[in-house]
């Protein structure tokens, strides 16, 4: 997302504005719970409620999107047609679809052997698919796998620039487990972090492998749809009794690291 190679990014900056979106946002989240969990707890739809509702859908999740936005448009003057040009554009087509099918297919499979149907009609998960890709995937995916991975790369070795990534992706996600009427309220945090850190190196590989934004949102909004229909949390709970995730993880996890060292190597050797 950052194409002005004579200056340095303006990490620092970008990270400012997911601090201060997240605080502001979360804040009002939190003035507003009660609103939520009484929807949760009698079905009555409440103004309350459905302003909760909107400011987590537009406000909350679309941060790391709005962030970025506000960052180039400071640092290159950068339009919003050319904003999402670059989130859209896709250049290696057949590498996008094989590198980010197999990673989806991976996790598909993985939770049709191992997770536990939630009871949810199976048209959930498409209709989920969808509605995350703009929501959830391009929400998120330009400012943590198009700005600041690439951008840590330049400065750390692959490992320590994802776990840092990483890091800072499950921070941001702190907020849901101290609000009752999330998803993840009452979950494992120590699985979660876990699987932040194995997706973090899977959205690397994808974008390593193929340059392309859009792929890295078409994953993040796949796993997540697969929640629709599966219970992803009870394998989230289980960890580390769970031989199956562990397997699960281990596999995809050196899949995306040979992945990037083969896309990078390619990469150097074409600049040389």
């Known amino acids: 997302m950052w194409k002005n190679t004579s200056k340095k990014a303006p990490i620092a900056v ?10 502001f946002v979360t804040g009002v989240l939190l003035l507003l719970e009660p609103y939520s969990v009484s929807y949760m707890e009698n079905g009555r739809l409440t103004v309350g409620y459905a302003i909760y509702a909107v400011i987590g859908m537009l406000f909350s999740t679309p941060a790391p999107l709005v962030a970025l936005f506000i960052t180039l448009r400071g640092a290159e003057k950068i339009t919003v047609k050319e904003f999402f040009r670059r989130i859209i554009y896709t250049k290696k087509l057949w590498t996008t679809v094989w590198i980010t099918g197999l990673f989806c ?3 598909f499979v993985f939770a049709l052997c191992c997770g536990e149907p939630n009871g949810a009609p199976w048209y ?6 969808v509605i995350m890709i703009p929501f959830v995937g391009i929400a998120e995916e330009p400012g943590w796998r198009g700005f600041l991975q690439p951008e840590m790369e330049k400065m750390f070795p692959f490992p320590i620039a994802t776990s840092i990534t990483a890091v800072i992706w499950c921070v941001w996600h702190l907020p849901i487990w101290v609000m009752p009427s999330s998803n993840h309220y009452g979950d494992s945090l120590i699985g979660f972090a ?9 959205g690397a590989a994808i974008y390593k492998a193929t340059k392309s934004v859009f792929a890295c949102a078409i994953y993040h909004s796949f796993i997540n749809s ?12 289980a960890y580390p009794k769970t031989n199956a995730m562990m397997l699960y993880f281990g596999i995809v996890f050196m899949a995306a690291v040979i992945i990037w060292v083969i896309y990078d190597r390619k990469e150097k050797a074409r600049i040389t």
């Open 14 to 23: 970008f990270l400012g504005w997911i601090l201060f979106l997240s605080l």
């Open 105 to 107: 297919i991976a996790a």
């Open 124 to 129: 959930m998960m498409p209709l989920g698919f």
């Open 194 to 202: 876990i699987t932040i850190f194995v997706w973090s190196f899977i």
């Open 226 to 237: 697969i929640g629709a229909v599966y219970d992803w949390n009870n394998l989230f709970d």
